[in-house]
C-alpha cells in the first residue's frame, strides 16, 4: 500500500528525517512513537508533501501498480488517497458539523457521509452544531470524519487521541479499528495505550531514524 524508502526531510539546511524506511500494508494498523520532536509530525507532512524538502522514494499502490509518488503535489497525492489528519485539526471553527464534512467532499459524498457518521454516531446529533462549540473529543471526530468524505485509502493521523477524554478516545480507537477491518491503511502517530495495543506493528522514531519496537 505504502512504501517509503531512505526518506529523508529537511526544513531549510536543517534534516529531520534521516533515511526512514518504513511499509503499511492494507488493513495494517501501524502506530509510531517517539520523544517530542523526534520528527513523527515531519514524516506525516513529508509524505503529504507538506512544508518540508525531501530525499529518498515514497511509493504508493495506484490501481495500475506502485508508483512513485514523492514529486507529486499535495492535492495529487490526496486525490490519490492519502487522507491525512493534521494535530491541530484544521477545522472551520464558524461552520456546522454537516458544512465542515461537505468542505472536502469528493465523489461519492452520500455514502461517504454516511459510513463516517455511522462510525462516529454522536456526530449524527451535532450536524448543525458550529465546530467551535464542540468538545476536543468531539472535534477530533469530526477531524477525522471530514477526511473520510475524500475516500481515502489510508489514513495518516498525528496524535489522535491527544488531551481527549478516555471514554472518547476508546470510540476513536473502535472507529479506526473498523476502518482496519474493512481493509484501510493506517500510520498513526499516537502516544496512547488504547490504541497502540492494537497496533499490528509499532515503531519508534529515535533522532529522525525509524527502528522496531
Same mark, same amino acid.
Given at each position: 500500500?505504502?512504501?517509503?524508502?531512505?526518506?529523508?526531510?529537511?526544513?531549510?539546511?536543517?534534516?529531520?528525517?534521516?533515511?526512514?524506511?518504513?511499509?503499511?500494508?492494507?488493513?495494517?494498523?501501524?502506530?509510531?512513537?517517539?520523544?517530542?520532536?523526534?520528527?513523527?509530525?515531519?514524516?506525516?507532512?513529508?509524505?503529504?508533501?507538506?512544508?518540508?524538502?525531501?530525499?529518498?522514494?515514497?511509493?504508493?499502490?495506484?490501481?495500475?501498480?506502485?508508483?512513485?509518488?514523492?514529486?507529486?503535489?499535495?492535492?495529487?497525492?490526496?486525490?490519490?488517497?492519502?487522507?491525512?489528519? =493534521?494535530?491541530?485539526?484544521?477545522?472551520?471553527?464558524?461552520?456546522?458539523?454537516?458544512?465542515?464534512?461537505?468542505?472536502?467532499?469528493?465523489?461519492?459524498?452520500?455514502?461517504?457521509?454516511?459510513?463516517?457518521?455511522?462510525?462516529?454516531?454522536?456526530?449524527?446529533?451535532?450536524?448543525?452544531? =458550529?465546530?467551535?462549540?464542540?468538545?476536543?473529543?468531539?472535534?477530533?471526530?469530526?477531524?477525522?470524519?471530514?477526511?473520510?468524505?475524500?475516500?481515502?485509502?489510508?489514513?495518516?493521523?498525528?496524535?489522535?487521541?491527544?488531551?481527549?477524554? =478516555?471514554?472518547?478516545?476508546?470510540?476513536?480507537?473502535?472507529?479506526?479499528?473498523?476502518?482496519?477491518?474493512?481493509?484501510?491503511?493506517?500510520?498513526?502517530?499516537?502516544?496512547?495505550?488504547?490504541?497502540?495495543?492494537?497496533?499490528?506493528?509499532?515503531?519508534?522514531?529515535?533522532?529522525?531514524?525509524?527502528?522496531?519496537?
Amino acid at each position: 500500500m505504502l512504501e517509503v524508502d531512505k526518506l529523508s526531510a529537511f526544513y531549510g539546511q536543517a534534516q529531520a528525517l534521516l533515511e526512514v524506511s518504513l511499509q503499511v500494508a492494507a488493513g495494517e494498523l501501524v502506530v509510531l512513537q517517539g520523544l517530542n520532536g523526534a520528527g513523527k509530525s515531519t514524516l506525516l507532512k513529508a509524505l503529504m508533501g507538506l512544508q518540508v524538502r525531501t530525499e529518498g522514494q515514497i511509493r504508493y499502490q495506484m490501481p495500475a501498480g506502485m508508483a512513485a509518488i514523492e514529486r507529486w503535489e499535495t492535492h495529487r497525492r490526496a486525490q490519490a488517497g492519502l487522507g491525512y489528519v =493534521p494535530e491541530d485539526r484544521r477545522l472551520f471553527s464558524e461552520l456546522t458539523v454537516r458544512e465542515n464534512l461537505h468542505v472536502a467532499a469528493g465523489r461519492d459524498a452520500r455514502a461517504h457521509e454516511a459510513r463516517a457518521l455511522d462510525l462516529f454516531p454522536v456526530l449524527k446529533t451535532l450536524l448543525n452544531r =458550529p465546530a467551535a462549540h464542540m468538545s476536543g473529543g468531539q472535534q477530533q471526530m469530526l477531524a477525522i470524519a471530514r477526511t473520510l468524505m475524500t475516500g481515502p485509502k489510508i489514513l495518516l493521523l498525528d496524535e489522535p487521541c491527544e488531551g481527549i477524554a =478516555p471514554v472518547l478516545v476508546e470510540s476513536i480507537r473502535d472507529a479506526l479499528l473498523d476502518l482496519k477491518r474493512e481493509g484501510m491503511a493506517l500510520l498513526v502517530v499516537e502516544q496512547n495505550r488504547l490504541l497502540a495495543s492494537r497496533a499490528d506493528r509499532l515503531l519508534w522514531l529515535v533522532a529522525g531514524k525509524v527502528r522496531d519496537s
